[in-house]
């Protein structure tokens, strides 16, 4: 976050933050999600190696998780199950410890706040609901806007064309959940290469 006065004039500008699983508690929801859509279909797959994907894309995890046979041949059927039965217990979503209070700091030092999230626009706005943060975002990059998910999405990201105009080179991002991407990572040159300054932060949870 930057340290400047609000109000003041400052070079960071726009904030991007991911949703699923940062602004809101939702990990341990797709987990079971997870661990029941790939039950279903005769496969038993580790709570915890689930717990451990969790953050990469939908269109990605199957393979991961399961192989690129199971993927070839159930993987949309997992996902659809999955989907089904997260959305299912969006009422049970709620948002993370402090996540008012940060969308509300943010907000009165003048920054731009935009959501990406690979989930569908559906979802993602029932997730910001959940959140209380639909007033505080200015855009929102959902799943349905790109092809493929993480870390090809975060190509997208690295255009300050994907955050509206006033995400210029020089403005500061970042986002969540997973901090796994470090400096010296490939999403990190992308930012170099815009001149966005860049910094993860890691939950006590996953530290």
Not at 22 to 32: G, I, K, P
Not at 180 to 204: F, L, T
């Amino acid at each position: 976050m930057s340290t400047d006065a609000p109000g003041s004039a400052g070079p960071d500008r726009t904030v991007v933050l991911d949703i699923d699983g940062t602004l809101v508690d939702s990990a341990y929801l797709h987990v079971h999600a997870w661990s029941r859509a790939f039950h279903q279909v005769g496969l038993d797959v580790p709570s915890h190696r689930i717990h451990g994907a969790i953050g990469m894309g939908g269109d990605r995890i199957v393979a991961h998780l399961a192989g690129e046979a199971a993927e070839h041949s159930i993987g949309d059927d997992v996902r659809a199950r999955h989907d089904e039965l997260f959305e299912s217990v969006l009422g049970d979503v709620r948002p993370t410890r402090g996540c008012t209070d940060l969308l509300q700091a943010l907000r009165d030092r003048g920054l731009r706040l935009v959501v990406a999230s690979s989930a569908n626009a559906s979802v993602t706005d029932a997730l910001l609901e959940a959140a209380g943060a639909s007033t505080y975002v200015a855009k929102v990059t959902t799943g349905d806007d790109v092809g493929r998910s993480k870390p090809h999405r975060l190509r997208r990201l690295s255009d300050p064309a994907a955050a509206g105009p006033e995400a210029r080179p020089g403005r500061r991002w970042r986002r969540g959940p997973r901090g796994r991407r470090r400096r010296g990572g490939p999403s990190w040159r992308r930012g170099r290469a815009h001149a966005h300054r860049c910094r993860g932060v890691r939950s006590p949870a996953r530290a």
